[in-house]
């Protein structure tokens, strides 16, 4: 009996430690690959770097949330409601705003009525008044030639 050649079914496989999760090395080299490209592109300044890093990483967010099942229509939705009690809101607004108007205009309709009415009063006396006193000292003066 010979040993059986190496690789058969009988033999266990050859390692020489424990399996090596080669995941982290990756994540690694993609890290390390972005900064290159921010810093390349940022012409070797750290910060503005950093900061467009988080402009782009601020707008990838943003365009993530608007892309969720759903999102798109919900707040679509919820602007139009907004819209339109907004819209309700101004409509009421203008609505007592041009009542409170007309209370007004027909406030001030009834108050010229009323002051006319005074003044044409008042002056309709004065002119009474200043006929009849006319018409006495035009009968005075008269009886002093002789008439009436």
Do not use: C
Not at 96 to 116: V, Y
């Amino acid at each position: 009996m010979s040993a059986p050649p190496p690789g058969s079914a009988g033999t266990p496989p050859r390692t020489t430690g424990p399996l090596k999760n080669r995941l982290p090395v990756y994540i690694g080299t993609a890290v390390a690959a972005i900064a290159a490209y921010y810093f390349y592109n940022a012409g070797g300044d750290p910060t503005v770097a950093r900061k467009e890093m988080k402009h782009d990483a601020s707008r990838a967010s943003a365009s993530i949330r608007d892309e969720l099942p759903g999102r798109g229509k919900e707040t679509k939705a919820g602007a139009e409601e907004a819209m339109a009690r907004a819209g309700s809101n101004i409509d009421s607004t203008v609505r007592d705003g041009k009542s409170r108007i007309a209370e007004g205009q027909h406030k001030l309709e009834e108050t010229k009525d009323k002051t006319g009415k005074a003044i044409m009063g008042k002056i309709d006396e004065a002119d009474l008044k200043v006929e009849n006193e006319a018409s006495k000292a035009k009968s005075g003066i008269s009886s002093w030639f002789g008439g009436k």
